[in-house]
């Protein structure tokens, strides 16, 4: 499948390189299923937990089923589905393991989905033990990056569900 991809869409540059076994799509995919429990068992409290007085309400109105979903219960409950994904991301962006195995631990820069890459984490966690003086503190460095990057995430999602809260 990721062979016919590469055949017939090669001359844009995300899938110029030829697929391989460690590749930046597969980590991708594995990352975003393992991050997808965590959005559902978030997003599903957060809409068990709205007061049933919404949804009757909305029948009261007359309204269908799925308007009830999407007009009433999806809005009220839209800030915890929004922390839900957010949490999801930082998880996602400390990951090490899963990204250190699959995504092929190359220290190059390739826009192709198809190419081998590296991540902060993996980069940290495959070096750190061989690594001595100015090596090991430029994975400090990286490290304090990534505690940046994530702190980021953490405050944008802060915000977006504030934004979102308010509204409501």
């Known amino acids: 499948m990721l062979q016919g991809i590469h055949n017939a869409l090669g001359w844009i540059p995300f899938f110029s390189t030829p697929p391989s076994t460690r590749q930046m799509f597969a980590t991708a ?3 975003a299923i393992m991050i ?6 978030i997003s599903r409290d957060s809409l068990i937990s709205l007061p049933p007085q919404l949804r009757q309400g909305a029948y009261g109105l007359g309204a269908t089923r799925w308007e009830t979903i999407m007009q009433v219960l999806l809005p009220a409950g839209l800030s915890g589905i929004i922390g839900s994904v957010m949490l999801a991301l930082g998880r996602a962006l400390g990951e090490t393991m899963a ?3 699959l995504i092929g631990n190359a220290n190059r820069v390739n826009v192709s ?3 081998p890459a590296s991540t902060i984490s993996a980069l940290i966690a495959n070096q750190f033990g061989e690594a001595s003086g ?4 430029a994975l400090f ?3 304090l990056i990534l505690m940046i990057l994530t702190l980021i995430v953490n405050m944008l ?3 977006i569900v504030s934004r979102f809260q308010q509204v409501e």
């Not at 100015?134 to 503190?137: M, P």
């Open 29 to 31: 995919l594995v990352l």
């Open 36 to 41: 997808l429990p965590t959005i559902i068992a």
């Open 99 to 101: 990204a250190a195995m």
């Open 113 to 115: 989905l198809f190419a």
């Open 134 to 137: 100015l090596q090991r503190s």
């Open 141 to 143: 460095y990286q490290a």
């Open 157 to 159: 999602a802060e915000v």
